[in-house]
């Protein structure tokens, strides 16, 4: 946590020492804790060291001490629960997007409920229920979809009329609003205290508690944590976990070895009133207006409303800097539009007194999702941090999963869209985060619509071909800092400008994409898919072979020149990874794993390869320009191309050869396409990128060529029931459960990681299936369009949720991919999952409320594969991804 | 007689111009941002004219302010040719002997300045065959020079200021076949024009003056409040040195009729001038010319009368000085000004006006509820209030405008009266002269990524 001692909030246990942000070594006045005592002196060694006694440092403390690890140490540079978690405004709220951060709240919500009962520590905690409004149709489509998560996770919520709202808040002004979400078991806290109390409960289990040290940095020894330096001493560790809010990007960089922490401050404002005359009861539902961007909650008889203006003001961005320290004040010109939004909301405040406006920063990440995990380059280097304003309600459940990261290796939960690992060095960039949070801030307000792209940062980077696809009225999305063309405006065709475009129905880019996957199917297009992580792996002997057999689960052994399709398996049998393997001699293997896949993928190779000179692993993401030559007509096109023989005979599906295309030599060219359609992959050095791309657009013109983005690749993978890791597959998916056993080789004559999982389920079966659902009377044109996260039920009751969704231009339906759960209708026990089982019901999709039936399906629809060209190609595979 | 605010406004702007210098890839690599200009007639026509290039074929931006006197045409003259002689000065000789050829041989030519022009500021399309003759020969002989030194920045502004008033003056004694443009090349050289011209490349700002406009950088303290920093000094009776070297250039005998009542020769108030070749030429010289020339010239009677005590002509020099500046981090930005700016109001005061207005930020104390009893309903309209205050501060989108709305419009508090403004802005042609001065802005802002 901070340095920050703001003003005094009364339901804040300590006494302040400073009115105003100060240096701590000015305020050495020493105020007894109610936590612990002060210990003299620092430990010389422990297992755990934490840094940050905020929210995030005491939850992860609590729960590893609850976990039976006691030998741990937390470090506070000013006191606990004195930063950003004193003034955070204490709302816990489930209301989330992402399942994950749903999850998360919910226990959250749980754990503080009894945190009271169990520490003795008084949390403030009252279950008022939360009431988010819309005053929009679309904003109420938006909170629906919430509310059809949070009913399937056994968290009562329903949507409410403007009337019911009246009755549930007396002061509020319903006449703009068209609806909202009521959630009776949201609650309010004291954060500073659950924090207290969180630390207070993990003391008594053995946890030392430090105030007062600050942290200079972390030691690291061959790529290990091996302790930490601070201003009262070193401590030897094995674990370190950097909890230090806003402070955690500077931390990470204080030592030799930099650990990337993608985030960054902006200075948040809410403000505090006296009572009313008629003081507001304490058990009166928060109020969350959206589109008026502002929260309100009683708080001491009056209230406490804040929010998150259009025009953020990021902090810090040179680090910590003591004038900017000082400036934090009110800011209340800055305030203003939100206090119209509050007035407007409730215009009986008008009388009611002002106490202050508290200005507290806070921090936020580039893709408005929180930090966690273990670093990629520093192993035992544990982060949490990052919340986006939603730290007391992510508190206890991603302390929870941190501690069970660090005890187990991994968390209970797949926590890919919060891992660390999903960002690189490139997301470091101070400019490219000021920029960023600036977008990001607002977005916490913003309507959450399908496809959204982030506006700032953008354009880093990109394929060789950026401008020449760009003229030709490409858009693009970003994926991982890559620039991706998402379709082709025709000539003198007009899309929506951005904010008219958004939309939960059909978008206006429909016809668009519809023309480039009819090309697909018809013709020949080419698809830019450049970003695309690319490893190269390869040793003197046999160590790059004998490796790559243990960490894969399909046989490597193959002749040079195949392709093979494979898991990166965890120990449980999940996907790590999902890669297409290239064996391009004896000894040497070229690997393709999707975008985002490129700082874990390396973490976790490395991590598990042995340390061997004679092996070697490059990454040459950035060496190549990847072209998918796709449809029909793609082996006429190649022919024209090169003098080598490309023919169903002598080149037959999944394999691989370097040739000439056009002028230019040592092409990568593979008979693989990512969508099951007939084509090729055209792996170009990048300095020929561009004279490739103009010999295949000229050749091709005779075959009807055209570019083609990713919306038509989705469209097309999707119909042929291809799953995509990081969408559909996750590290708790195995093989097994996604009908891959044919990428299993469990007798492939070596041991390798996951096999024991698999053989496992292979016995007993699977508990859940992946499923394609075609929906039967979803009207395209006029129906809220599917995206993901939708609940499935079969014969009416919850079985799970879909993981990706997209209309087939083939099928003129739309098809949704998820996973199907059998639960015990008594018990709610978990069964195993069998082909009859799926076959045998009849199901519906909710659509933000709205239940559309849906056709199941195992296997997908042969007619959509255009031809087969290998005997042993026939399984119908999803080896595909995007 | 009352104008309305959108009528005050709409003369406010009638001359507005704006430039931002384009950015590249999302970034301005120059040190300039772009710049504001405005100009507000006093006289009937306007006497100033105010001129904005950027070099082509050199790096660096050009701008200035000319104020006329005895006629528009020297002015005019000045803004039209001036930044032509300085390019030319400032180019290696490789590119001169490249100009030269493309000329012989009849192929395009370089382009050598990008104008940024209003529509309101015109060039001569008569006599632009004429002037584009005398520049060819400027740089012939530049190249026949040929010195192969690489051009400093001061020598080539004071060459050029020097080359055209003397290019000025030896195109009105040979005259022209052209009867029209006899005449015009006499009017150029028997009005005068003061020039203040500001030579922008990266960090290195060069300020050629001639005459009593003034250019003033923009200084932003630590505190964030705002101070100037002249940059020329006034070629006028009140600057000691001025009034110094005109006496040190004649004989003792003239010291006390050179200068009266704060006048050149009792007649001219500023000491440096392009034209004005009343008080360059001898007076047979004038005689000849004025004689014959055409008979407009020779019915004026300023043009025939010689000035008292004209002795040891020449009296008056174009001849500017410059002073170079390094711009750093705290420079925000540079006013060029006709006098009928500097007459109203003090720098100190234009650097804090220009300053808050491109900070956006005026320093209105930052509102502190403290322990002081405020409602959500009172802070509420307060706010509104303070924006409704600072939106009226934006309805200029224009430095110079803004600028200019203050100069005429300023009470005795120092805030724009709307009622002042409209008064002095309504009056009649005859009598606006007797109040204000034509005045002429530029302000150019800096780019503090690149200092």
């Given at each position: 946590?901070?340095?920050?001692?703001?003003?005094?909030?009364?339901?804040?246990?300590?006494?302040?020492?400073?009115?105003?942000?100060?240096?701590?070594?000015?305020?050495?006045?020493?105020?007894?804790?109610?936590?612990?005592?002060?210990?003299?002196?620092?430990?010389?060694?422990?297992?755990?060291?934490?840094?940050?006694?905020?929210?995030?440092?005491?939850?992860?403390?609590?729960?590893?001490?609850?976990?039976?690890?006691?030998?741990?140490?937390?470090?506070?540079?000013?006191?606990?629960?004195?930063?950003?978690?004193?003034?955070?405004?204490?709302?816990?709220?489930?209301?989330?997007?992402?399942?994950?951060?749903?999850?998360?709240?919910?226990?959250?919500?749980?754990?503080?409920?009894?945190?009271?009962?169990?520490?003795?520590?008084?949390?403030?905690?009252?279950?008022?229920?939360?009431?988010?409004?819309?005053?929009?149709?679309?904003?109420?489509?938006?909170?629906?979809?919430?509310?059809?998560?949070?009913?399937?996770?056994?968290?009562?919520?329903?949507?409410?009329?403007?009337?019911?709202?009246?009755?549930?808040?007396?002061?509020?002004?319903?006449?703009?609003?068209?609806?909202?979400?009521?959630?009776?078991?949201?609650?309010?806290?004291?954060?500073?205290?659950?924090?207290?109390?969180?630390?207070?409960?993990?003391?008594?289990?053995?946890?030392?508690?430090?105030?007062?040290?600050?942290?200079?940095?972390?030691?690291?020894?061959?790529?290990?944590?091996?302790?930490?330096?601070?201003?009262?001493?070193?401590?030897?560790?094995?674990?370190?976990?950097?909890?230090?809010?806003?402070?955690?990007?500077?931390?990470?960089?204080?030592?030799?070895?930099?650990?990337?922490?993608?985030?960054?401050?902006?200075?948040?404002?809410?403000?505090?009133?006296?009572?009313?005359?008629?003081?507001?009861?304490?058990?009166?539902?928060?109020?969350?207006?959206?589109?008026?961007?502002?929260?309100?909650?009683?708080?001491?008889?009056?209230?406490?409303?804040?929010?998150?203006?259009?025009?953020?003001?990021?902090?810090?961005?040179?680090?910590?800097?003591?004038?900017?320290?000082?400036?934090?004040?009110?800011?209340?010109?800055?305030?203003?539009?939100?206090?119209?939004?509050?007035?407007?909301?409730?215009?009986?405040?008008?009388?009611?007194?002002?106490?202050?406006?508290?200005?507290?920063?806070?921090?936020?990440?580039?893709?408005?999702?929180?930090?966690?995990?273990?670093?990629?380059?520093?192993?035992?280097?544990?982060?949490?941090?990052?919340?986006?304003?939603?730290?007391?309600?992510?508190?206890?459940?991603?302390?929870?999963?941190?501690?069970?990261?660090?005890?187990?290796?991994?968390?209970?939960?797949?926590?890919?869209?919060?891992?660390?690992?999903?960002?690189?060095?490139?997301?470091?960039?101070?400019?490219?985060?000021?920029?960023?949070?600036?977008?990001?801030?607002?977005?916490?307000?913003?309507?959450?619509?399908?496809?959204?792209?982030?506006?700032?940062?953008?354009?880093?980077?990109?394929?060789?071909?950026?401008?020449?696809?760009?003229?030709?009225?490409?858009?693009?999305?970003?994926?991982?800092?890559?620039?991706?063309?998402?379709?082709?405006?025709?000539?003198?065709?007009?899309?929506?400008?951005?904010?008219?475009?958004?939309?939960?129905?059909?978008?206006?880019?429909?016809?668009?994409?519809?023309?480039?996957?009819?090309?697909?199917?018809?013709?020949?297009?080419?698809?830019?898919?450049?970003?695309?992580?690319?490893?190269?792996?390869?040793?003197?002997?046999?160590?790059?072979?004998?490796?790559?057999?243990?960490?894969?689960?399909?046989?490597?052994?193959?002749?040079?020149?195949?392709?093979?399709?494979?898991?990166?398996?965890?120990?449980?049998?999940?996907?790590?990874?999902?890669?297409?393997?290239?064996?391009?001699?004896?000894?040497?293997?070229?690997?393709?794993?999707?975008?985002?896949?490129?700082?874990?993928?390396?973490?976790?190779?490395?991590?598990?390869?042995?340390?061997?000179?004679?092996?070697?692993?490059?990454?040459?993401?950035?060496?190549?320009?990847?072209?998918?030559?796709?449809?029909?007509?793609?082996?006429?096109?190649?022919?024209?191309?090169?003098?080598?023989?490309?023919?169903?005979?002598?080149?037959?599906?999944?394999?691989?050869?370097?040739?000439?295309?056009?002028?230019?030599?040592?092409?990568?060219?593979?008979?693989?396409?990512?969508?099951?359609?007939?084509?090729?992959?055209?792996?170009?050095?990048?300095?020929?990128?561009?004279?490739?791309?103009?010999?295949?657009?000229?050749?091709?013109?005779?075959?009807?060529?055209?570019?083609?983005?990713?919306?038509?690749?989705?469209?097309?993978?999707?119909?042929?029931?291809?799953?995509?890791?990081?969408?559909?597959?996750?590290?708790?998916?195995?093989?097994?459960?996604?009908?891959?056993?044919?990428?299993?080789?469990?007798?492939?004559?070596?041991?390798?990681?996951?096999?024991?999982?698999?053989?496992?389920?292979?016995?007993?079966?699977?508990?859940?299936?992946?499923?394609?659902?075609?929906?039967?009377?979803?009207?395209?044109?006029?129906?809220?369009?599917?995206?993901?996260?939708?609940?499935?039920?079969?014969?009416?009751?919850?079985?799970?949720?879909?993981?990706?969704?997209?209309?087939?231009?083939?099928?003129?339906?739309?098809?949704?991919?998820?996973?199907?759960?059998?639960?015990?209708?008594?018990?709610?026990?978990?069964?195993?999952?069998?082909?009859?089982?799926?076959?045998?019901?009849?199901?519906?999709?909710?659509?933000?409320?709205?239940?559309?039936?849906?056709?199941?399906?195992?296997?997908?629809?042969?007619?959509?594969?255009?031809?087969?060209?290998?005997?042993?190609?026939?399984?119908?595979?999803?080896?595909?991804?995007? | 007689?009352?104008?309305?605010?959108?009528?005050?406004?709409?003369i406010l702007?009638a001359n507005e111009y704006s430039f931002?210098?384009?950015?590249?890839?999302?970034?301005?690599?120059?040190s300039v941002?772009?710049f504001d200009s405005n100009q507000l007639p006093a006289n009937a026509p306007i006497e100033d004219r105010r001129s904005a290039a950027t070099c082509l074929q050199t790096r660096g931006m050009l701008l200035g302010v000319f104020d006329g006197h005895a006629g528009c045409a020297c002015a005019q003259a000045v803004s039209e040719r001036l930044f032509y002689y300085i390019a030319v000065s400032l180019l290696p000789h490789e590119t001169l002997l490249e100009i030269e050829n493309a000329v012989e041989s009849g192929r395009a030519l370089l382009p050598i300045l990008q104008w940024h022009k209003h529509p309101n500021d015109y060039f001569s399309k008569e006599a632009s065959k004429l002037y584009f003759n005398s520049l060819r020969t400027y740089w012939q002989e530049l190249i026949d020079l040929n010195s192969g030194e690489t051009t400093d920045v001061k020598e080539a502004l004071i060459n050029a200021f020097k080359r055209l008033d003397n290019d000025i003056s030896l195109e009105a004694q040979v005259g022209d076949p052209n009867s029209f443009l006899n005449y015009l090349v006499l009017r150029v050289a028997f009005s005068g024009a003061t020039a203040c011209v500001a030579h922008v490349d990266g960090i290195d700002l060069h300020i050629a003056n001639t005459g009593d406009s003034r250019a003033m950088l923009g200084?932003?303290?630590?505190?964030?409040?705002?101070?100037a920093l002249n940059l020329s000094y006034d070629h006028n009776a009140q600057n000691e040195h001025e009034v110094e070297r005109v006496k040190m250039e004649h004989p003792k005998s003239e010291e006390k009729s050179l200068v009266k009542q704060d006048r050149l020769l009792g007649l001219l108030m500023p000491f440096r001038a392009f034209g004005d070749v009343k008080f360059k030429w001898s007076i047979e010289l004038q005689k000849r010319v004025v004689e014959s020339g055409p008979d407009q010239l020779n019915d004026n009677e300023y043009t025939k009368f010689i000035p008292p005590n004209y002795h040891t002509p020449p009296y008056l020099t174009a001849e500017p000085e410059v002073i170079h500046h390094k711009l750093?981090?705290?420079d925000?930005f540079l006013v060029l000004a006709t006098d009928g700016l500097w007459e109203t109001m003090h720098r100190q005061d234009v650097a804090?006006?220009v300053?808050?207005?491109?900070?956006?930020?005026?320093?209105?104390?930052?509102?502190?509820?403290?322990?002081?009893?405020?409602?959500?309903?009172?802070?509420?309209?307060?706010?509104?209030?303070?924006?409704?205050?600072?939106?009226?501060?934006?309805?200029?989108?224009n430095a110079a405008t803004?600028l200019i709305?203050h100069a005429v419009?300023?009470?005795?508090?120092?805030?724009?009266?709307?009622?002042?403004?409209?008064?002095m802005l309504?009056l009649p042609e005859e009598l606006a002269r007797m109040y204000r001065d034509d005045i002429t802005i530029i302000v150019v802002?800096?780019?503090?990524?690149?200092?």
């Amino acid at each position: 946590a901070a340095r920050m001692l703001l003003r005094l909030l009364s339901d804040v246990r300590w006494r302040a020492a400073n009115p105003k942000w100060r240096r701590m070594t000015c305020s050495r006045r020493s105020t007894s804790s109610t936590a612990e005592p002060h210990p003299v002196s620092l430990p010389a060694q422990a297992q755990v060291v934490i840094c940050g006694g905020g929210i995030m440092g005491t939850s992860v403390a609590y729960h590893l001490s609850k976990m039976g690890w006691k030998d741990i140490v937390l470090l506070e540079q000013g006191r606990l629960a004195a930063g950003t978690t004193r003034f955070c405004a204490g709302i816990v709220s489930t209301a989330r997007h992402a399942s994950i951060e749903l999850k998360m709240a919910d226990y959250s919500n749980k754990l503080y409920q009894q945190l009271e009962q169990e520490t003795g520590v008084k949390t403030g905690y009252m279950k008022t229920g939360s009431v988010s409004l819309a005053q929009t149709q679309d904003r109420l489509i938006s909170l629906k979809r919430i509310a059809s998560s949070l009913n399937v996770m056994g968290i009562p919520c329903e949507i409410i009329t403007p009337k019911q709202v009246a009755q549930l808040h007396p002061l509020i002004n319903i006449h703009d609003l068209v609806g909202a979400m009521y959630v009776p078991e949201d609650a309010l806290v004291s954060s500073a205290n659950v924090s207290l109390a969180l630390a207070t409960a993990a003391s008594r289990n053995g946890v030392q508690i430090h105030e007062r040290t600050s942290v200079s940095h972390v030691s690291v020894q061959k790529g290990r944590v091996t302790g930490v330096e601070t201003d009262r001493g070193q401590i030897q560790c094995q674990y370190f976990v950097n909890c230090a809010g806003q402070w955690a990007y500077e931390l990470g960089h204080s030592g030799e070895e930099p650990v990337n922490i993608p985030l960054h401050a902006c200075e948040h404002f809410y403000l505090l009133t006296h009572p009313l005359k008629e003081p507001l009861a304490s058990n009166l539902p928060t109020i969350v207006d959206p589109d008026g961007r502002i929260y309100i909650r009683n708080w001491q008889g009056g209230i406490l409303s804040g929010g998150f203006e259009k025009n953020p003001k990021p902090l810090f961005t040179e680090g910590r800097n003591q004038l900017e320290i000082q400036n934090l004040q009110e800011d209340w010109d800055h305030f203003e539009p939100l206090l119209s939004a509050l007035l407007r909301r409730m215009p009986d405040l008008e009388t009611l007194q002002i106490m202050q406006l508290v200005n507290c920063p806070e921090s936020f990440t580039p893709d408005m999702r929180c930090i966690m995990g273990e670093s990629p380059t520093v192993r035992g280097y544990f982060v949490l941090a990052g919340m986006n304003s939603a730290g007391i309600s992510y508190g206890g459940g991603a302390g929870k999963y941190l501690a069970e990261w660090i005890v187990n290796g991994y968390p209970s939960e797949n926590v890919w869209p919060l891992d660390l690992k999903r960002f690189g060095t490139l997301q470091s960039s101070r400019t490219f985060l000021r920029h960023r949070v600036m977008e990001v801030m607002p977005l916490m307000c913003d309507l959450k619509v399908p496809r959204w792209d982030f506006q700032t940062g953008r354009q880093l980077r990109t394929s060789p071909l950026y401008d020449r696809l760009d003229a030709q009225g490409a858009r693009w999305m970003e994926k991982h800092g890559f620039e991706r063309v998402k379709y082709f405006v025709p000539p003198g065709r007009d899309l929506l400008d951005l904010d008219q475009s958004k939309t939960f129905y059909k978008p206006d880019w429909f016809d668009i994409v519809g023309s480039e996957v009819k090309c697909c199917k018809e013709a020949v297009c080419v698809i830019d898919m450049s970003s695309f992580t690319k490893f190269e792996i390869s040793s003197t002997g046999d160590q790059a072979l004998e490796s790559l057999q243990y960490l894969f689960s399909n046989d490597l052994d193959v002749p040079v020149g195949h392709v093979v399709h494979t898991g990166m398996l965890n120990e449980k049998g999940g996907y790590e990874n999902d890669c297409s393997i290239a064996r391009l001699s004896k000894r040497s293997f070229f690997m393709i794993s999707p975008t985002d896949q490129q700082v874990h993928c390396w973490a976790w190779l490395k991590n598990r390869l042995p340390d061997d000179s004679n092996l070697t692993m490059e990454d040459v993401t950035w060496k190549y320009t990847a072209l998918n030559l796709i449809g029909p007509r793609a082996v006429d096109v190649l022919s024209e191309l090169s003098y080598a023989p490309i023919t169903p005979e002598h080149f037959p599906s999944l394999f691989c050869k370097e040739m000439s295309v056009g002028y230019a030599n040592g092409i990568r060219v593979m008979s693989i396409t990512h969508t099951g359609e007939p084509g090729f992959m055209l792996y170009i050095p990048i300095e020929y990128a561009l004279h490739v791309y103009n010999e295949v657009m000229n050749m091709g013109q005779k075959y009807g060529i055209r570019n083609a983005g990713y919306y038509a690749l989705r469209s097309l993978r999707i119909e042929k029931f291809f799953a995509f890791w990081g969408q559909d597959l996750d590290a708790f998916t195995t093989p097994m459960e996604c009908g891959r056993e044919f990428q299993v080789k469990l007798e492939k004559g070596m041991q390798f990681v996951g096999q024991e999982a698999l053989l496992e389920q292979k016995q007993n079966g699977v508990y859940k299936r992946f499923t394609m659902f075609i929906l039967e009377d979803h009207d395209t044109d006029t129906d809220l369009w599917p995206w993901w996260g939708e609940p499935i039920f079969r014969n009416g009751r919850y079985v799970g949720k879909t993981t990706s969704s997209a209309y087939s231009y083939t099928l003129e339906r739309h098809v949704c991919l998820g996973f199907v759960q059998h639960f015990d209708e008594k018990t709610g026990e978990e069964l195993v999952v069998t082909t009859d089982f799926i076959n045998q019901g009849e199901y519906e999709i909710d659509i933000a409320g709205q239940r559309f039936q849906a056709k199941a399906k195992l296997y997908p629809f042969s007619s959509l594969f255009a031809h087969r060209r290998r005997k042993d190609e026939v399984e119908l595979s999803g080896y595909q991804r995007e | 007689f009352y104008l309305t605010p959108p009528q005050v406004n709409s003369i406010l702007k009638a001359n507005e111009y704006s430039f931002k210098v384009p950015e590249f890839d999302g970034k301005n690599v120059s040190s300039v941002l772009g710049f504001d200009s405005n100009q507000l007639p006093a006289n009937a026509p306007i006497e100033d004219r105010r001129s904005a290039a950027t070099c082509l074929q050199t790096r660096g931006m050009l701008l200035g302010v000319f104020d006329g006197h005895a006629g528009c045409a020297c002015a005019q003259a000045v803004s039209e040719r001036l930044f032509y002689y300085i390019a030319v000065s400032l180019l290696p000789h490789e590119t001169l002997l490249e100009i030269e050829n493309a000329v012989e041989s009849g192929r395009a030519l370089l382009p050598i300045l990008q104008w940024h022009k209003h529509p309101n500021d015109y060039f001569s399309k008569e006599a632009s065959k004429l002037y584009f003759n005398s520049l060819r020969t400027y740089w012939q002989e530049l190249i026949d020079l040929n010195s192969g030194e690489t051009t400093d920045v001061k020598e080539a502004l004071i060459n050029a200021f020097k080359r055209l008033d003397n290019d000025i003056s030896l195109e009105a004694q040979v005259g022209d076949p052209n009867s029209f443009l006899n005449y015009l090349v006499l009017r150029v050289a028997f009005s005068g024009a003061t020039a203040c011209v500001a030579h922008v490349d990266g960090i290195d700002l060069h300020i050629a003056n001639t005459g009593d406009s003034r250019a003033m950088l923009g200084v932003q303290e630590e505190d964030g409040s705002w101070s100037a920093l002249n940059l020329s000094y006034d070629h006028n009776a009140q600057n000691e040195h001025e009034v110094e070297r005109v006496k040190m250039e004649h004989p003792k005998s003239e010291e006390k009729s050179l200068v009266k009542q704060d006048r050149l020769l009792g007649l001219l108030m500023p000491f440096r001038a392009f034209g004005d070749v009343k008080f360059k030429w001898s007076i047979e010289l004038q005689k000849r010319v004025v004689e014959s020339g055409p008979d407009q010239l020779n019915d004026n009677e300023y043009t025939k009368f010689i000035p008292p005590n004209y002795h040891t002509p020449p009296y008056l020099t174009a001849e500017p000085e410059v002073i170079h500046h390094k711009l750093r981090p705290q420079d925000k930005f540079l006013v060029l000004a006709t006098d009928g700016l500097w007459e109203t109001m003090h720098r100190q005061d234009v650097a804090r006006i220009v300053g808050e207005y491109l900070t956006g930020v005026h320093h209105q104390q930052p509102i502190a509820v403290g322990g002081y009893k405020v409602t959500l309903g009172q802070m509420h309209g307060l706010l509104t209030e303070r924006r409704a205050r600072i939106s009226s501060v934006f309805e200029d989108q224009n430095a110079a405008t803004h600028l200019i709305r203050h100069a005429v419009g300023n009470n005795e508090f120092g805030t724009v009266d709307h009622e002042r403004l409209s008064k002095m802005l309504s009056l009649p042609e005859e009598l606006a002269r007797m109040y204000r001065d034509d005045i002429t802005i530029i302000v150019v802002q800096f780019n503090s990524h690149v200092i």
